[in-house]
């Protein structure tokens, strides 16, 4: 079974402009959640998406969005980029079959976005 | 998320026995405790989780202790290549709810 994929693996972006981030998760894998990781603050929850919906957000100003597609692939953009969001994104897929239940998370390894 | 406690880093020798620690001491009745590494450059993977009982897999083994305050991951055998960064986290569902991740213990395994 692949695992969780995520394009592109790099990425350099100027002040101000947006990106878009790509995640496939694994096959079956209805839940998709992302997560920010810079050396200073460490692994931090962005927001989670199953069956289309967000359901979770993390503390994040709101140039930071995502959206999840039928097919359960999902994207992340941030708009009006600041040089502090530079960073590793990484985006995890889970089984998730419900509340109460366990489905441990399964992480791509990530898209390195450096703006300058 | 009940919040968890490890050290900064730790040492071990190849092919010994590495056990890291865990403290949860506020962990609540349907918390389970998840153990995630993250190798440098990739993203963290899963490792081994439990509720009550000791738990074994492929990878690690996990001994809870009976009040459930705190765990320990064993490495039996360590390599180079499990050199990492330790995750300890206590939550109900690490697929569903929003996951905390500390600053986790750096392993560094030397020849």
């Known amino acids: 079974k692949a695992g969780v994929t995520q394009t592109p693996r790099y990425l350099i972006k100027t002040r101000g402009q947006q990106v878009t981030l790509s995640c496939s998760p694994i096959?079956?894998?209805?839940?998709v959640s992302w997560y920010q990781q810079t050396p200073g603050q460490g692994l931090q929850f962005l927001f989670e998406?199953?069956?289309?919906?967000?359901?979770n957000k993390g503390n994040f100003p709101g140039r930071f969005s995502g959206r999840q597609f039928s097919n359960s692939r999902s994207e992340m953009n941030v708009s009006t980029l600041e040089l502090g969001d530079s960073a590793l994104y990484l985006c995890?897929?889970?089984?998730?079959?419900?509340?109460?239940?366990?489905?441990?998370?399964?992480f791509g390894n990530g898209t390195r976005l450096t703006v300058t | 998320d009940a919040k968890t406690t490890q050290p900064t880093s730790m040492d071990c020798a190849e092919g010994r026995a590495a056990n890291l620690p865990c403290n949860h001491s506020t962990i609540s009745g349907n918390e389970y405790v998840y153990w995630y590494r993250q190798i440098h450059s990739q993203g963290p993977q899963y490792i081994i989780h439990?509720?009550?009982n000791n738990e074994t897999n492929e990878m690690a083994s996990l001994i809870i202790t009976e009040d459930r305050k705190s765990s320990t991951l064993i490495l039996p055998h360590a390599t180079l290549r499990d050199t990492a960064v330790y995750y300890c986290i206590a939550c109900r569902n690490s697929g569903y709810s929003t996951l905390t991740f500390g600053k986790g213990t750096m392993l560094l395994v030397s020849p």
């Open positions: 998406y199953f069956s289309e919906t967000q359901r």
């Open positions: 995890a897929s889970s089984w998730n079959p419900g509340q109460g239940a366990n489905s441990p998370l399964h």
């Open positions: 096959s079956g894998h209805r839940s």
């Open positions: 439990g509720l009550k």
